[in-house]
């Protein structure tokens, strides 16, 4: 996986669209994830390579599903304006603790 993939919401849309023409149920999140999921383990599972290498690749493919999965569930950053900072001497003033 060392080139950069190019996933987008239309490629994602698209793809949940073939799915969803063959089974509407799959509108539901859970259900077309599971049709996804499937499509991965056939490719996968039917690939001409080793037992060894499937295993391995299931195991990176996992492993980048929750990277994308925590990428992408994790609410946008809301840009909060910092706070103006005084230069540094420019402050003063003087504290005395409440003992009262």
Known sequence: MADELRLSKQLVDNIMNVV????????????????LTAVVGYV???????DTEKKEIMDELSSFMHHVFEDVAQPEAVAVPAAPVAPPGSAFGIWKPDNA
Not at 44 to 50: D, E, F, L, P, W
């Open 20 to 35: 969803m023409n063959e089974d509407s149920r799959a509108k539901d999140p859970f259900i077309g994830s599971q049709y």
């Open 44 to 50: 996968v599972g039917t690939a001409a390579i080793s």
